[in-house]
């Protein structure tokens, strides 16, 4: 073979890898069975994925010279399921804990908790944590009785939004608990949505939150919007919109989290 037709060869060699690679290409939930992804890959499906997206909000402070225990804002930059105390003011430890934070945060994280893709990472994670792979026979049984019951649930009438929400700042962390705590759908419905591609404002339907200790609470959304999916293949973008409420030195403000609809395809269909 001619030194030509050897690199015509290897050319073609290389084209047809690249060709193969292409077809079986994708993110890892569509390639491999869900019992097969790792802790980092779960972790990713649950904080950054089509069908997973955050939201934070955070604030420069310093300490002013004249009132060493106080911090005041110098501006900011805008960022499972269920079916209270209020803090005396002033707090016994003032604005300290802000003073002591560099930069302050607030972050909202979400995730549409109907999808089969967000549960299976959660069945997942849960294996690794209790090291599935280590228990004896009854133990794995009663295990995997308690993951198909999740994995199992339908959701043909809604689609549920779970939101986690934190603070690295104790007291505004308490003020956030107290406000979601206190909401109910009744006081959420005029204020939260879905954006649909076109613009359309979907309404909430539900809201639960976590009780106790719990920061999380989750949104109700029908399935069906004037009899259509709410998501369609040839979708781009869905928002999810609700307010922040006034927290201390922080004014109200939108929270708008934004998810990539054309992504959330597993086999040629729309999941969520």
Known sequence: MTRMKKRRALLLLALALWSLAAIQGGEFWQKKAYQKWSEQECRKLLAN????????????????????????????????????????????????????????????????????????????????????????????????????????????????????????????????????????????????????PGGEKIPLSGYAVAPGASREFQFVFPRKYEGRPLIRAQDKTLQLEFPHPKIRDQKESRVLIAFKAEKMLIDGEVVY
């Open 49 to 196: 994925s089509p069908w997973a997206q955050s939201h934070t909000l955070s604030q420069t402070l310093i300490q002013p010279l004249q009132s060493p225990g106080v911090s005041r804002p110098l501006g900011s930059n805008p960022i499972e399921n269920s079916e209270s105390a209020r803090l005396p003011e002033p707090l016994e430890r003032g604005d300290t804990g802000r003073a002591r934070q560099a930069r302050p945060m607030l972050q909202y994280q979400s995730q549409f908790r109907s999808a089969l893709p967000i549960r299976q990472a959660i069945v997942r994670l849960s294996q690794i944590n209790a090291k599935y792979d280590d228990m004896k026979p009854e133990q794995k049984q009663a295990f995997d009785q308690n993951a198909e019951a999740f994995l199992s649930k339908r959701f043909p009438e809604t689609l549920v939004l779970y939101v986690s929400y934190s603070s690295n700042v104790q007291v505004d962390d308490r003020e956030l608990a107290r406000h979601w705590q206190s909401q109910t759908t009744e006081t959420l419905k005029n204020f939260v949505f879905l954006i649909l």
